[in-house]
């Protein structure tokens, strides 16, 4: 009796050594996965957007790739905030082309592609592009600078999706960019738009360093943020169908932003 309980204590050991090595192997390996994501991440930038004054040329290519990196998908889910959107999207662009304004590395952009929309994904910066480009397929990428005026005719685009990407500039500028907005969407075109709110407080709202009203100095770069009352001014001339002020997981810490919706009234 004494032998076999022996035997059964032995063989229980022997599973739980293996048990716990196969364990360890297992949260070795997804520890490399998680160290290779906030890599990945890092490289990406804090903000998926762009700075002004960086670039004054704009360039065209077309990406082709045959996979999405899975690691900006993982990161897609902690703000899948456009799901909810990508029916209208489809639906008002038609066959037409999506204009993203700061594509960052893709991540917005991955959506729009598997909803079946045409995208032309845009960033000042020629870093993010590249990242962009390999986590994304079939994606037109354009290098430009949305605090200069837009490259695009009039009225020719129906659906304009720009997250966390209008919030660099002074509010001359960024006036400007609401009229050029205005101008390329379609009569009845679809604005979809994030921005920083001032309650932001864990990214730069009421930074010491204020340049004019809810314009300050964050680091290397200027960041602007929204109260209710500037969204509003900064949609004047559409028809906002949602405005709503939440909170995100996006980044390490939560961020206030400002969610609209907005119809072309031209």
């Known amino acids: 009796m004494r032998i076999c309980l022996f035997c059964c204590l032995s063989v229980f050991l022997k599973m739980q050594a293996l048990l716990f090595k196969t364990l360890t192997e297992e949260l070795k390996k997804l520890t490399e996965e998680f160290e290779k994501l906030i890599e990945d991440f890092k490289k990406s930038g804090e903000e998926s957007g762009q700075a002004a004054g960086l670039s004054d040329n704009c360039r065209v290519s077309q990406v082709s790739s045959s996979d999405c990196f899975i ?37 917005d952009t991955i959506d729009l592609l598997r909803a079946g929309c045409i995208v032309i994904a845009t960033d000042i910066s020629g870093e993010n592009l590249a990242e962009c ?43 400007q960019i609401s009229t050029d907005l205005k101008r390329c969407i379609r009569a009845g075109g679809l604005l979809l738009a994030r921005f920083n709110s001032t309650n932001d407080l864990h990214h730069g709202a009421s930074s010491p360093l204020e340049i004019e009203p809810n314009f300050y100095q964050v680091g290397t770069r200027t960041k602007r943020f929204f109260d209710e009352n500037s969204v509003r001014l900064f949609l004047q001339g559409w028809e906002i169908q949602f405005l709503e002020e939440n909170v995100i997981q996006r980044y390490q810490k939560p961020k206030s932003v400002w969610e609209a919706m907005a119809i072309s009234a031209g």
Request: with cysteine; glycine share 8%; hydrophobic share 40%.
């Open 71 to 107: 690691v900006y998908s993982l990161i897609m889910k902690n703000d899948p905030w456009l799901e909810k959107w990508l029916r209208s999207i489809r639906e008002t662009s038609a066959g037409g082309p999506v204009l993203e304004l700061g594509c960052g590395n893709g991540r």
């Open 133 to 175: 480009a390999k986590s994304v397929s079939e994606a037109k990428l354009l290098q430009m600078d949305i605090g200069k005026p837009f490259p695009f005719t009039d009225h020719n685009i129906p659906v304009i999706v720009a997250s966390l990407s209008l919030h660099y500039f002074s509010w001359e500028v960024t006036l």
